[in-house]
């Protein structure tokens, strides 16, 4: 029988912990209310642009927009008093316009909260031209916005037949207007948004300016970070549940975390066969790790697409390494993580298939970053989600297809994660 590590008796108990704790901290304020002008001089020392949302771009999207307006929608992981958006065009092959951009909280699906959208300007302007294979930052937008909150970027896109550089599986659903329809990036209703995507379009990151964000963790890995087998629109991936236990041990100090997760990502693109079909970790460092705000923590997470591609342990350990060493010369926190098993699998056009010789190698790797004290900390989601009566294989209770957990072993993962390990 596998033993749980977290129930959800306990998660309940710890929200009601921190209501209780929150109607405290209130109190305490009204008290002290002769001190505010003091308590207020020390908030804005700590106030700090962090990025709490995040996504990676891995691939042109076969959609094409023609003078509409896509409505993203994201999750930011810490709250404050201003944001910015990045906007990416990194495998547009045509610099994209953007006519106009607002950005918004959520109340429901498409539609946000009345007298809530803010419009989103660049260098002042309100339109902007990001080259092929280039990013451009927002002016810092003034609104409030809270720990878990849905916000809704929306972008007019004037021009005919643009594809989008996208994040294709964001297990998040966002909205598109009709082709023609024009610019309602400031409509606040949900009726002129007709048609979904599952894809985020262009939207790269939302930074947020917070006294209680401590930093940023960026989850850096493959389609089990990216969330594979979650849930539509649950937020039910490993790291969402670490994002909210963060939260609930320290409202007013913590971390926000960052999904920077690709579906078949590998660690090196050397010895890969077939060759990725999204950039490898090494090389996108720069893109997903390095140029988010306040990052203090990465995650590193990958692995098993390199050894299921025909890397051997050797490669993929120097890979990794690599990835170590550069992370370490930012003066950043990396934490490791084992890789889950796989169940052997028979090749089948162009996936290799899994055998055991490679999961003889995922058990040589692991071993390697459980022992070899190359990381700051260690998180053994193998030992977590792994079937006690037959250790290559992921615990029934926790399996979604062989190679990825379900929203409950998800569950598992992120509540084995020590938080200690992801505080500065």
């Excluded at 809704?152 to 082709?179: C, F, K, M, R, W």
């Excluded at 969402?240 to 999904?259: F, G, I, Q």
């Excluded at 996936?351 to 053994?380: A, C, H, M, Q, Y």
Aim: hydrophobic share 40%.
């Amino acid at each position: 029988m596998v033993r749980p590590l977290i129930t959800w008796t306990a998660l309940n108990e710890a929200i009601e912990m921190t209501r209780t704790l929150m109607v405290l901290a209130g109190l305490t304020a009204v008290a002290g209310f002769g001190l505010a002008s003091g308590a207020s001089a020390q908030a804005d020392a700590d106030v700090r642009w962090v990025t709490a949302w995040g996504t990676s771009q891995q691939s042109l999207g076969s959609t094409t927009i023609t003078n509409a307006t896509v409505r993203m929608i994201a999750r930011v992981t810490a709250g404050g008093g201003s944001v910015r958006v990045r906007l990416d065009n990194t495998f547009g092959e045509t610099p994209l316009v953007i006519g106009e951009a607002y950005i918004g909280p959520v109340m429901r699906r498409a539609a946000l909260t009345p007298g809530s959208n803010n419009q989103v300007r660049f260098d002042s302007s309100g339109t902007v031209t990001i080259p092929a294979g280039g990013t451009v930052e927002s002016d810092p937008i003034e609104m409030d916005v809270m720990a878990r909150q849905d916000l809704a970027v929306s972008l007019y896109i004037p021009e005919a037949n643009v594809q989008p550089s996208q994040h294709g599986q964001a297990y998040v659903t966002s909205y598109l207007s009709d082709n023609g329809s024009g610019n309602v990036a400031s409509t606040e209703s949900a009726e002129p948004f007709t048609g979904t995507t599952t894809s985020t379009f262009w939207l790269k990151a939302i930074d947020v300016l917070s006294e209680s964000a401590t930093g940023s963790i960026v989850g850096f890995g493959d389609s089990i970070t990216d969330g594979s087998c979650s849930t539509l629109d649950a937020h039910d991936r490993w790291q969402d549940w670490v994002a909210a236990r963060l939260y609930l041990a320290s409202p007013d100090a913590h971390p926000a975390m960052v999904n920077e997760g690709i579906g078949g990502n590998t660690v090196t693109s050397e010895g890969v066969q077939p060759p990725p079909n999204s950039p490898p970790g090494i090389e996108r460092l720069e893109r997903d790790v390095f140029s988010h705000d306040g990052v203090t923590h990465v995650v590193l997470f990958m692995g098993t697409n390199d050894i299921r591609r025909e890397v051997s342990a050797g490669s993929l350990i120097a890979g990794i390494e690599e990835i170590v060493e550069r992370i370490r010369e930012r003066g950043l926190t990396v934490i490791g993580t084992t890789i889950i098993p796989r169940h052997n699998r028979a090749a089948a056009g162009t996936n290799t298939g899994w055998t055991p010789e490679k999961t003889n190698i995922r058990r040589e790797v692991n071993e390697w970053i459980r022992d070899t004290g190359s990381f700051d900390g260690i998180l053994d989601f193998d030992a977590v989600v792994r079937d006690p009566d037959d250790p290559d294989r992921i615990a029934p209770a926790f399996d979604c297809d062989g190679i990825h957990p379900n929203p409950r072993g998800y569950f598992e993962m992120g509540g084995s994660v020590p938080l200690e390990l992801l505080t500065p």
